[in-house]
């Protein structure tokens, strides 16, 4: 992937010790690559590896013929295979008895099966003569090429964008150098980065060389290995990528905030300095910055240190399984921000067998004690019950590959057996994936207490949602403004209606609800005698509270009812209005009784037009020519300072006004 060489003297050392424990080991020697622009010396048949394979089409160009070179004391390996082709035997018998001969006057004989390409064999010879007297030896071949890669190299290392920020990320090994031409091949394996360190798609870079008549290599190499380690890509991303619609070839290069392969530059024996030159060149042109307008970076929040930020992230919650119990963000893990939501927040769901509707806690309040928990190492949701934990014939633990896509990535019985269905979420007619394993519905049968199957919206992430919020500003949330008797009445404030996606939450993308609020609730529910209220009960995705350095008695309850945008961290979201309560809110999270509170007690102190409201609808604001990595992979994390904005405080912000436009 990257031009690493290894050291060659392992193939005598692999032999060396597999004689020491008397366990015959074997080396195969892939020197497609290497031969192209380096001699490679087997004449010390000791250390030399067993079997090397090259492509004398990487050398010429032409004639297409590969080889494989074998060591004659290891040729016996290869001997006893089940199958033979044509040229390969001296007797074959077919008619009542099944018997062949095969050759036995040379290894060759017996392994070149078929028709030779007896033309592309005789035009070798040409090959070798006509490189020969083009470009010398291979040892001079080596040196030209080292120079050239050092070149480059020393080339992409220099480039700087007008903020001395670097312009290309280079993937090399710790124990290579390019000024040594036994650790380091002329191969360079780059991605491109911007001004702000977002990552610039390899499909653009591979594009403008080609008008420069400069061909070079982008996507995954066929190396996952190197890519996967040089990128940081973990399995289930990889995963997660493949179901999001990449593919080898296409042009989902950035995904998740990440590049899914890299650009590689190779150099040969017919490169020359000018080639390195005119590409440096397309890089300089195209892709250095040498102006940049000042990004709109907002500054940062301090908490202590602003009167317009006295909140923060106190806790981060996603519900994987709708009306299933959530999972909290660990604080100082940055949690992905999607258009739809949190990341994973409400893309699965319970679909009664019989009707195809999806399963709500108002109904069957012991969804309530089904515990989920997102293991990004492992790439899997992990879900329990405990209530079930006795019964012996299911399951304690089931586990859902994260990725969107489980038909192509499965071993385990939990993610072979999907099928796309209809399902009906509040009202809404969905085309979901129902998981068929009869396990998983057997423990979610157990878990509820109705049968039942756990199913998955959208069916890929290549495919957007069919659903949009339908949140709005509620009336007790605009300004009321007086007027002369006798006029007509002030239009209703603006109130865009822009349509944004949901999976399965019942009304937006995420709910904020205030600690303060939270705890001015709690202290009427308990001055009537009343168990406090858990925040878990309004099962919000983000809760905000005021810092603990807030002078005493400065809390603000419901002020959120007059926010319109809030900052959390550096990124922006806006309210959509009031979320409308009903008594789910009454089920206890850790025992699934049903209580009286707190919804009687926000019957009496949050109603409006005859509707009970507590917490706040929002949505993520994607930002307007961000460039930044921010925007590339947005996230938030517990602890974030937040700042809101009230009806008309939008232009304060450059930023968030970017967000509008």
């Not at 031009?3 to 020491?20: F, T, Y």
């Amino acid at each position: 992937m990257n031009g690493r060489r290894l050291p060659l003297d392992w193939c005598g050392q692999v032999r060396s010790r597999s004689k020491q424990v008397e366990n015959a080991t074997y080396v195969l020697l892939d020197a497609a690559a290497f031969v192209s622009t380096s001699p490679l010396d087997l004449s010390e048949s000791k250390s030399a590896p067993d079997f090397t394979v090259l492509s004398l089409y990487k050398i010429f160009g032409f004639p297409d013929l590969g080889a494989l070179i074998v060591r004659k004391a290891s040729g016996h390996v290869l001997q006893p295979r089940k199958y033979f082709g044509g040229g390969t035997v001296d007797m074959v018998v077919c008619l009542k008895e099944q018997w062949h001969v095969k050759k036995i006057e040379s290894l060759h004989d017996q392994l070149e099966d078929g028709t030779l390409p007896i033309h592309n064999i005789i035009a070798l010879d040409s090959a070798l003569d006509v490189h020969s007297e083009l470009f010398g030896t291979l040892d001079k071949i080596s040196r030209h090429t080292a120079v050239l890669a050092q070149k480059l190299y020393d080339g992409l290392v220099s480039l700087r964008h007008c903020n001395d920020e670097p312009v290309c990320k280079i993937y090399t090994d710790a124990a290579s150098s390019y000024n040594d031409a036994s650790s380091q091949g002329p191969v360079l394996s780059f991605n491109v980065v911007n001004g702000q360190g977002a990552w610039i798609s390899n499909t653009e870079v591979e594009k403008l060389a080609a008008i420069k008549n400069i061909q070079l290599r982008t996507g995954g190499l066929c190396n996952p290995g190197g890519i996967a380690s040089s990128l940081g890509l973990v399995p289930w991303e990889m995963k997660q990528n493949f179901s999001a619609g990449q593919r080898c070839g296409n042009e989902n290069d950035i995904m998740g905030g990440k590049p899914t392969g890299t650009i590689r530059v190779s150099l040969g024996a017919m490169s020359t300095s000018r080639d390195v030159d005119t590409f440096l060149r397309v890089v300089r042109e195209f892709f250095v910055e040498e102006y940049m307008e000042s990004p709109v970076i907002p500054p940062p929040l301090l908490v202590h240190n602003s009167e317009q930020v006295r909140f923060h992230v106190e806790s981060l919650t996603v519900y994987p399984i709708k009306s299933c119990a959530g999972w909290k963000v660990p604080p100082g893990q940055a949690w992905e921000i999607r258009e739809e939501g949190l990341a994973w927040d409400r893309e699965w769901c319970l679909v009664h067998q019989g009707t195809g509707v999806a399963l709500s806690q108002k109904r069957y309040p012991r969804m309530a004690l089904i515990r989920t928990s997102i293991d990004l190492t492992g790439g899997v949701l992990r879900v329990r019950c405990p209530r079930i934990s006795s019964q012996a014939l299911v399951k304690e633990v089931i586990v859902i590959p994260l990725s969107a896509d489980p038909t192509y990535l499965a071993d385990d019985a939990y993610s072979q057996h999907v099928a796309s269905r209809d399902a009906k979420v509040c009202g809404e007619i969905i085309t979901a994936h129902s998981y068929k394993s009869q396990e998983i519905a057997d423990f979610f049968t157990a878990a509820v207490g109705v049968s039942c199957q756990l199913a998955r919206f959208p069916a890929t992430k290549a495919i957007s949602s069919t659903r949009h919020s339908k949140a709005h500003l509620q009336q007790h949330q605009l300004r009321v403004e007086t007027r002369m008797p006798g006029t007509f009445p002030g239009s209703r404030p603006h109130d865009p209606l822009i349509r944004r996606p949901i999976l399965l939450s019942n009304e937006s993308p995420i709910l904020v609800v205030s600690r303060s609020s939270l705890n001015r609730l709690n202290e009427h529910i308990k001055a009537s005698g009343g168990k406090a209220a858990q925040a878990e009960v309004f099962r919000a995705n983000i809760v905000v509270a005021e810092d603990l350095g807030s002078p005493p008695g400065s809390e603000q309850p419901y002020v959120e009812d007059q926010w319109r945008f809030l900052r959390i961290g550096r990124q922006y979201f806006q309210m959509l209005g009031s979320c409308r309560r009903c008594q789910m809110v009454c089920i206890d999270q850790d025992t699934a009784a049903k209580n009286e509170e707190p919804f009687t007690t926000l019957a009496k102190t949050r109603r409006f037009d005859g509707k009970v409201f507590f917490g706040q609808h929002t949505c993520y604001l994607s930002p307007v020519g961000d460039r930044s990595m921010d925007a590339q992979n947005p996230t938030i994390m517990v602890g974030d300072p937040v700042r809101a904005f009230y009806e008309g405080e939008e232009g304060d912000d450059s930023m968030l006004s970017a967000c509008l436009v």
